[in-house]
């Protein structure tokens, strides 16, 4: 096989992996409430479902990113995919909470040997720049697009399949995305040998992060200066300043403190977790207020994401011909900017809006997305060491799932929070010229529905202005010749 022709293969071969892992964190959360009923459980204990995931999942992805790059990328992912696909068999066949909680657990170390992997073998299999540029750019949109495909896909598997489908679905399309692993992927290894892995650096930087997820996931309903918040917090305290001690000690670190040094690394790190801040969060309320407000069902709320994930897939190549033509930070700058006037557009949202007002915003934000990834991705690609950017990616994605975390925690509490302003604010404003009890109760619910209506404009708003800021720090995305001008290593290819 030509080696242009199965450069694209492998491009798509580990698009699959990233869009299965992805899409399976969101996927998820519509099959919540069969598994409450199915399981008998809370709504608290069912939150635990997706809670481990995300804990499992931010924990190992700096792990793999290392192995990948020393012990070899299509290894690990080998190893990762299958045993994703094991995990997710096993939590089709669950029995009650807790063999769902650690299958759950199994089906997130695995996943999360995908992304940090996954970048790192198209940033050694596209050597032109351009062309990693596209693939990279590509396979960045199908991360983001899988958010936007979890309730797409989900509702009508969960209506028609019932909640176990949503992990047995991963098993024949696994399949495939293993089989062409195996057929196309090469193996590549770094010059650069770990003399000895970061075990206790591993350790410390997983407890931040499970103690940081963790009340990211939790804080709302513990409350944010509750004592399980606090405990927490000191956590997350004590195991940085931990790893931040063994990594400036360590001869081989899992994280190499050198790429903070470097600051169009810094500035497009930022602008990554800004973006996908605003874009989870807001992708998480949207459904919500279709269902409450607009009288949408799960696979109807679905379908209003699909010009969304069009609008991405179309926007991500649009922004790859302009390479070389125009400044990275400037096409970043705009698709910011217009990801931010989408979401802008939905403080316009009431009972009365028609699907249209959500579909043509999702379209606009999308567009922003997607026009701008293959520049976020590529950057920290072509500025680190080829032996080092399984651990750069990992550290990518890193930023991109706390953002989802940061954006759906802050904008839960921002719209609770402005909802109980709002209720307060429009009680003190209103009069009920009756006695009648049912009047007054309706009055009531009314001005409930206004209160709430009213917090969601807020959310936006402030989720708008984040990314406008956003979109103004990535000027500051210059690539300078002490980044342009390093030397790659080599890479060992085996066959």
């Known amino acids: 096989m030509k080696e242009s022709r199965l450069q694209w293969y492998i491009l798509a071969t580990v698009i699959i992996g990233t869009f299965l892992g992805r899409l399976d964190q969101t996927i998820v959360n519509l099959a919540l409430p069969q598994m409450i009923d199915y399981f008998g459980i809370t709504v608290s204990s069912a939150g635990w479902i997706a809670t481990a995931y995300i804990l499992a999942n931010a924990i190992f992805v700096p792990i793999w990113g290392k192995l990948g790059d020393t012990i070899g990328r ?20 669950a029995w009650n909470l807790t063999s769902m909680i650690i299958f759950r657990v199994i089906q997130a170390v695995a996943g999360s040997a995908d992304y940090p992997t996954a970048m790192a073998i198209l940033a050694v299999t596209f050597r032109d720049p351009k062309a990693r540029a596209q693939a990279l750019g590509i396979w960045s949109s199908s991360f983001a697009a899988a958010s936007v495909f979890g309730p797409l896909i989900g509702g009508p598997l969960i209506d028609n399949f019932g909640w176990r489908s949503v992990f047995l679905v991963n098993l024949p399309v696994g399949l495939i995305g293993l089989a062409m692993a195996l057929a196309f992927i090469k193996e590549s290894v770094s010059e650069k040998k770990t003399v000895k892995f970061d075990w206790w650096g591993a350790s410390t930087l997983g407890g931040a992060l499970a103690a940081l997820v963790l009340v990211l996931d939790k804080g709302l309903d513990w409350g944010w200066l509750s004592a399980n918040s606090m405990i927490t917090y000191l956590l997350i305290v004590i195991f940085s300043i931990a790893f931040v001690i063994i990594e400036k000690n360590h001869i081989d670190p899992i994280i190499d403190f050198k790429f903070f040094k470097m600051s169009v690394f810094n500035h497009t790190l930022l602008n990554n977790f800004i973006i996908f801040l ?12 279709a269902q409450t407000f607009l009288g949408l069902d799960a696979t109807q709320s679905g379908y209003l994401f699909i010009p969304m994930a069009f609008t991405m897939v179309i926007a991500a190549p649009l922004g790859v011909k302009l390479i070389g033509k125009v400044e990275a930070r400037y096409i970043i700058f705009a698709s910011t900017a217009v990801a931010a006037l989408g979401m802008f557009m939905f403080t316009i949202l009431d009972p009365r809006s028609s699907i249209w007002a959500i579909i043509i915003p999702l379209g606009i934000m999308a567009f922003g997305m997607g026009f701008g990834m293959s520049q976020r991705t590529s950057i920290i690609a072509n500025i680190v060491p080829n032996d080092e950017i399984g651990i750069a990616s990992s550290i990518l ?32 404003y209103s009069s009920i010229n009756s006695t009648d009890p049912g009047i007054i109760q309706q009055a009531i619910a009314l001005i409930s529905l206004k209160a709430q209506i009213s917090a969601y404009g807020s959310v936006f708003i402030i989720s708008a202005i984040i990314v406008g800021i956003g979109a103004v720090l990535a000027l500051w995305i210059r690539i300078g010749k002490e980044e342009t001008g390093k030397t790659k290593e080599a890479e060992v290819f085996v066959d």
């Open 397 to 428: 994605a890193l930023a991109r799932n706390i953002a989802g975390a940061f954006g759906i925690a802050i904008f839960g509490t921002i719209l609770q929070n402005a909802t109980k302003t709002k209720m307060v604010a429009i009680s003190t």
């Open 278 to 289: 605003g874009l989870i969060g807001s992708i998480f309320l949207i459904p919500i207020f």
């Open 74 to 93: 299509k290894k690990v992912y080998i190893i990762g995919f299958v045993v994703f696909i094991i995990g997710s068999v096993l939590a089709g066949l």
